[in-house]
């Protein structure tokens, strides 16, 4: 494909950067209009000629750009060997008389990007050396010239010299003060909790206590700006000192967990979760801006960053809203914008960051830019720096998306508040990923518990030397006579007050849960009396026909589509306009379309979705002269909603927590990440477990997100069989029993059989009041399987999803057996008792529900075989996976309990394995067969 290649010149010769494909699938068809096209002044005419003329000082001065942070004072710990760098040596450049005058027009901007350039300036060496120094090796250092932009390293290189030049550094007396009063209440609170709670673990803030000042300038400078709402994504570190004493979370709510308390009302019946996981969703007033900003910190589970793909989907969520109710001026990221916050090791050894920061940039999932600080303080649980990566600094991952790096030491608070300004100044320009590495220390271990000289006793023997980053900071204010001994007193005298006043009240606290507003507030809780849990969901015939119809028209005079696909289409209008033998793809179609009329917003998400895996879908059809996309539900459905179709990069992890992010902002949007193959979902199980099967109850978080896993053995070898339902199913929370009280089910786990199905099934996600997840174990031979179709009479009014579906027999005396399966080898089973003429005396009865477990619809299938002598299920899947270690204690009460028979469920199927299907060819078909042939064994 031709790429489009940039090329520009760095001190060492020609530099050529690709940037990517001129053909993408661009966002503004799904809500989002184009994005701003920022440009940054270049050289003229005169620079360039200076620049030629002078070009000793212009390797110089790149060499600063380029290498200063190799020698910055970045460590407070001094741990980091900060050697001599040639590079920064005029003498290097054969410049050796610091006396010397240079023009330095277009060599260093002295002035800010507004102003005008072309004026010549001329400094001695001296004077060019010392700025150099003030700009790039002090405790900021800027790693920017890696960027394959000209115009991104341009804009640094600006921003940097030109406000150092102008002296706009200088904080005011009353930014000082606020500073010093969130370093003191931090280590206030952290001095509190250790006193009261000495056997906590707290992960306190303790060495990197100007995080909080980072995140309050950043919150302040985003406001300022126009941005309304912030998804903070964060893991443990320093989690309880930002919810405290930054987001406003209550200190009485805070001991009341603290003390063993849930944070919910007993009434919920929930879990809740520890109290490093607990969250805070504030609106903060700055000065200067008109408006609140809100700051929503997500839930995180203990998988350090598994939060961040879910952050970035919430928040592409939230700015999907705002976009279409905005003025036309409005873009991507001018209202929203995600800040994420790790921890070195992690951010450096947890591949969800790659993962994530691959989506940064590509259509349908990038979110504006987002500001990651790196809460970095070399150390993760007992392993060093020098075990835990192999680069040099924990954030050089993001150089794979060429994202800047502003490295800050944690000691100069200042300097750190400094830091996010420019980091958010250029995410606000580029709308583009930046790094800052904010570089502090631990002053305990891991934890509070933990003793971290075990293991690391010189950098902890450094530690216990030193002073406080506050108390440094005291130093300074009082040095510069902003405060005195007694005003700094007094800042850490009223908070501990404080403290002790909100412990005291302990006693008396309820906990109270959030009103669900915006969309939510039409939500219902799922336990409650007011749930619809299978409402109808069947739609007008005619509406289905004229939805099928434009799921497959082309209105685009000229516009191209594959010779083949021209089958497919006429195909679909065929079957449509008879109103038998529709397919899966069809089926889909209808129930994508319909929701869409009906206002909800449908994103599909995985690898290969416009198409289909199986190359059965075809939402989209693809111009073979110009390659350009046509989406005809979009095109040609009369409504607002959006089909978005999202072919992702090759990720589960991170795709599947972005499209859960989304499934927490909207519940008016049907979220559906689609695996290749049912197993592909491996990679993303962090999610499965910490997110999708337990939000709900550690939370209260619903969520609508749909997994579509395509699942059956077809001789397809071990990886690309089995959905693991098993690995699912033990997963829900379900009853064991029919006499249980009915508990609120964590997530539906289903396994349908026919189109109808399936569509009842996607239309019932949006027609609950409330939400829940959906897995589905979603077909591959069945696609094309001419026996597994549907009617629009099974899709019309009065329809809604089955759970169980019966064997149509209509004389049940003559059942002998009754076989209960799954899956598409009823299909298969269906076939062979045909040939064996044995229709009348074995009966099928087909779980299309497993979680929760039919017990009602199984009771009254079951009721009708009142002459059966056997009761089997069986199924492909080995005996140790697959559904039937689930299945078999509950069937086995409900035929003792609900029954009152004495039968209990036989197996049939194949025997126990370590895989979950044969890579071989001929064994699978004997495997196969055997099982075919055991459903029918003794008859």
């Not at 001599?84 to 800010?112: C, Q």
């Not at 406000?163 to 003060?177: G, H, I, M, V, Y």
């Not at 009082?478 to 007694?486: F, K, L, P, R, S």
């Amino acid at each position: 494909m031709l790429r489009h290649v940039n090329i520009s010149r760095s001190p060492s010769g020609l530099i050529w950067r690709t940037l990517g494909p001129l053909r993408s699938y661009h966002d503004e068809s799904f809500g989002f209009r184009k994005p701003r096209t920022f440009t940054h002044p270049d050289y003229n005419e005169k620079q360039l000629q200076n620049r030629v003329e002078n070009a000793p000082l212009l390797q110089y001065v790149e060499a600063f750009r380029t290498f200063g942070h190799a020698a910055a004072k970045i460590d407070p710990l001094e741990l980091l060997r900060r050697e001599r760098v040639p590079a920064l040596d005029p003498a290097r450049y054969n410049l050796t008389d610091l006396s010397k005058e240079y023009n330095v027009n277009g060599i260093i901007w002295t002035k800010p990007v507004e102003s005008n350039q072309d004026q010549d300036e001329w400094w001695t060496l001296s004077k060019i050396t010392q700025h150099l120094h003030a700009t790039y090796v002090g405790g900021l250092a800027y790693e920017f010239n890696h960027s394959s932009s000209h115009a991104e390293a341009l804009w640094f290189a600006h921003y940097l010299e030109s406000r150092k030049c102008d002296d706009q550094c200088e904080l005011p007396p009353e930014r000082k003060k606020r500073i010093h009063d969130l370093l003191a209440r931090s280590e206030s609170f952290d001095h509190f909790m250790q006193a009261k709670f000495p056997n906590l673990k707290r992960y306190g803030l303790e060495g990197g206590e100007s995080l909080l000042p980072a995140l309050d300038t950043l919150f302040s400078v985003a406001a300022q700006t126009g941005i309304r709402n912030i998804v903070l994504g964060s893991a443990h570190r320093g989690r309880l000192n930002i919810l405290t004493e930054l987001l406003e979370y209550s200190h009485t709510a805070l001991f009341h967990k603290i003390k063993g308390n849930c944070e919910f009302p007993a009434n919920l019946e929930v879990s809740g979760d520890a109290v490093s996981h607990l969250v805070a969703s504030p609106c903060l007033h700055y000065e200067g801006s008109s408006e609140p900003i809100k700051v929503s910190l997500l839930p995180n589970p203990s998988h350090l960053e598994a939060v961040n793909p879910v952050a970035l989907g919430k928040t592409r969520a939230k700015q999907y809203s705002l976009l279409r109710t905005s003025p036309e001026d409005c873009k991507l990221g001018d209202r929203v914008m995600c800040v994420q916050l790790h921890g070195d090791a992690s951010f450096a050894g947890q591949g969800v960051i790659m993962e994530s920061l691959g989506l940064s940039n590509l259509p349908h999932y990038t979110t504006g830019g987002t500001v990651h600080i790196v809460v970095n303080n070399s150390i993760g649980y007992t392993t060093p720096a020098a075990g835990a990566r192999s680069s040099l600094y924990s954030s050089d991952i993001g150089k794979m998306i060429n994202a800047p790096v502003l490295h800050v030491n944690g000691d100069h608070s200042e300097d750190v508040a400094r830091a996010v300004e420019a980091a958010f100044a250029y995410r606000n320009h580029f709308r583009k990923d930046v790094i800052v590495d904010l570089i502090v220390y631990r002053r305990w271990g891991h934890n509070e518990l933990d003793e971290p000289a075990f293991t690391q006793p010189l950098m902890y023997s450094k530690i216990r030397s030193r002073r406080s980053v506050p108390e440094l900071y005291e130093d300074q204010l009082v040095a510069d006579n902003i405060m005195t001994v007694e005003e700094i007193a007094e800042v850490r005298k009223v908070h501990r007050a404080l403290l002790e006043e909100k412990l005291a009240a302990v006693p008396s606290f309820q906990p109270t849960v959030p009103t669900p507003n915006g969309l939510w507030s039409t939500m219902v809780w799922p336990a409650s009396e007011k749930a619809e849990k299978n409402p109808e969901t069947g739609v007008n015939e005619q509406t289905l026909r004229d939805v099928g119809k434009a799921s497959v028209t082309i209105s685009s005079e000229g516009f191209e589509i594959h010779p083949r696909l021209k089958r497919h289409v006429n195909a679909r209008l065929e079957k449509i306009e008879a109103g038998s033998g529709l397919d899966w793809a069809t089926a889909e179609a209808m129930a994508f379309g319909s929701l869409m009329l009906e206002g909800y917003d449908v994103r599909i998400s995985g690898q290969d979705v416009g198409r289909g895996t199986f190359s059965q879908r075809h939402a989209m059809f693809v111009s073979q002269q110009d390659e350009s996309v046509i989406v005809p539900l979009n095109t040609e459905l009369q409504c607002d909603a959006k089909l978005e179709l999202a072919n992702s990069s090759l990720s589960e992890f991170a795709v599947m927590g972005f499209e859960y992010g989304i499934s927490w902002e909207r519940p008016t949007i049907l979220p559906i990440w689609e695996a290749q193959f049912g197993d592909f979902f491996n990679g993303a199980q962090v999610i499965i477990d910490t997110f999708i099967s337990s939000a709900e109850t550690k939370w209260l978080r619903q969520s609508g997100i749909v997994l579509l896993l395509p699942h059956g053995l077809d001789g397809a070898g071990p990886e690309h069989s089995s959905s693991r339902l098993e690995r699912m199913l033990q997963l829900s929370n379900d009853r064991y029993s029919p006499n249980q009280e009915e508990p609120n089910i964590n997530m539906h786990i289903t396994f349908p059989t026919t189109p109808a199905q399936y569509f009842h099934l996607l239309r019932r996600q949006m027609k609950r009041n409330y939400r829940k997840p959906l897995v589905a174990a979603s077909p591959k031979g069945l696609l094309r399987l001419p026996a597994a179709i549907s009617s629009l009479e099974e899709m019309a009014p009065n329809t809604r999803f089955r759970p169980v579906l019966d064997d149509p027999i209509a004389d049940t005396s003559k059942v002998d057996r009754v076989v209960l399966l799954t899956g598409k080898l009823y299909y298969d089973l269906v076939k062979e008792r045909q040939i064996r003429n044995l229709s009348d005396r074995v009966a099928f009865v087909r779980l299309e529900e497993l979680s929760p477990f039919p017990f009602d619809e199984l009771h009254a299938a079951l009721k009708r075989y009142t002459k059966a002598r056997q009761i089997l299920w069986v199924q492909e899947e080995p005996k140790n996976q697959g559904a039937f270690t689930y299945i078999e204690p509950r069937v086995n009460n409900l035929l003792a309990e609900g029954l009152k028979t004495k039968f209990r469920i036989g197996y049939r199927g194949r025997d126990e394995d370590a895989v979950p299907a044969t890579g071989t060819g001929v064994v699978y078909k004997a495997q196969q067969e055997k099982v075919l042939k055991s459903a029918f064994e003794g008859l």
